[in-house]
């Protein structure tokens, strides 16, 4: 009832942020050049920082799990890679729409959409090798060196177009040689709230998705217990 009540609380604090980065973006003033495009600033960025939040998550989970061997965070990792992926794309849609009225085409292979592309590769590898290990802890020791190898695409992916000059625009928020934010201050606020709420929203995500991959789990060891004719017990709790 308290993890409910939790996951319930989370869902609505998320929701509110949500409606309210909606709202604020909705009012916020035109661009001068780009007009109402401008608006697709505020679910592009956000989207943006989602997935490098998420697969930060993956690697860091995977990590946890070969320090402890507790599988709780083997189920994060790969909840966590599932939600990036799913924002990635998200990005991607995003920018594909604001891509098109700006650069007159949906798709270039700018190194900044190269490399968010080949993010998809990398954790798409990642999901498919889980789904060919049957073995439990050595389907997580090996997705979790993968998971941490793969969040070398975060920095990458944000240096791209440092490194790689291309269509595709500098830093929104600059980190390196002083922290600069590349665009209207009045924009900045819209951006901040945007990006809070898409915080509060991975979060969200994954705790549900982390209840989810447990049940799978318990599921999964009953079925394996069964087929051998052994008795039930808390072996998953003996595994976190």
Not at 79 to 101: C, N, R
Request: aromatic residues 12%; without cysteine.
């Amino acid at each position: 009832m308290t993890r409910d009540l939790t996951t319930g609380v989370l869902g609505g604090v998320t929701l509110l942020l949500l409606l309210v980065a909606a709202g604020l973006g909705l009012n916020a003033p035109l661009d001068q050049n780009q007009g109402s495009l401008v608006r697709l600033f505020f679910m592009h960025v956000p989207s943006a920082w989602l997935s490098y939040l998420a697969y930060g998550g993956t690697g860091l989970f995977g990590l946890l799990y070969l320090i402890t061997r507790r599988r709780r965070w083997d189920r994060l990792a790969m909840s966590s890679a599932e939600i990036g992926l799913l924002f990635t794309v998200a990005t991607i849609v995003g920018g594909m729409l604001w891509a098109k009225p700006t650069w007159g085409v949906y798709w270039v292979w700018d190194a900044r959409l190269t490399t968010t592309a080949l993010s998809i590769v990398i954790y798409g590898g990642y999901l498919l090798i889980r789904s060919m290990i049957d073995d439990p802890d050595r389907r997580a020791r090996v997705a979790a060196v993968v998971g941490l190898v793969g969040t070398l695409y975060v920095p990458v992916n944000y240096m791209a177009v440092e490194w790689w000059r291309g269509v595709h625009q500098t830093q929104t928020l600059r980190l390196l040689g002083g922290i600069s934010f590349e665009a209207a201050p009045i924009y900045g606020w819209v951006l901040l709230v945007a990006t809070t709420a898409f915080t509060f929203l991975y979060v969200y995500l994954l705790r549900v998705r982390g209840i989810l991959a447990a049940r799978e789990a318990a599921r999964e060891e009953r079925e394996l217990l069964g087929e051998l004719g052994a008795p039930l017990g808390r072996g998953e709790a003996a595994h976190g």
